[in-house]
Nanobody, 123 residues
């Protein structure tokens, strides 16, 4: 069907930067909103940023001014540029996308998630 594959996570010192990527592939007719969420150990998964197909963005308060979400519709890819990273940004980051899937005879809308990529920020 549809797969979302994240990349770009890793270990970085506080104040550093990372850029996450998430590429969608499969029987994609169209992708609506895309986004990034994160989950720290022992905590719930929280939305970090979202972006519509037209490019409108929203950010969670803890990352405003530090993170930037963008997308390339020609590549079915969403990005998360993370600057001025803090230890509290440490988490597994997941991308998700609302995808209109073509089966050849019909279209179905589903929400898909990636497998997650670890981001660790050391103090």
């Amino acid at each position: 069907q549809v797969q979302l594959v994240e990349s770009g996570g890793g270990l970085v010192q506080a104040g550093g930067s990372l850029r996450l990527s998430c590429a969608a592939s499969g029987h994609i007719f169209n992708i609506d909103a895309m986004g990034w969420s994160r989950q720290a150990p022992g905590k719930q998964r929280d939305v970090v940023a979202t972006i519509t197909r037209g490019g409108s963005t929203n950010y969670a308060d803890p990352v405003k001014g530090r993170f930037a979400i963008s997308r390339d519709n020609t590549k079915n890819t969403v990005y998360l540029q993370m600057n001025s990273l803090k230890p509290e940004d440490t988490a597994v980051y997941y991308c998700n996308a609302g995808v209109l899937v073509s089966s050849g005879v019909s279209l179905t809308y589903n929400d898909y998630w990636g497998q997650g990529t670890q981001v660790t920020v050391s103090s």
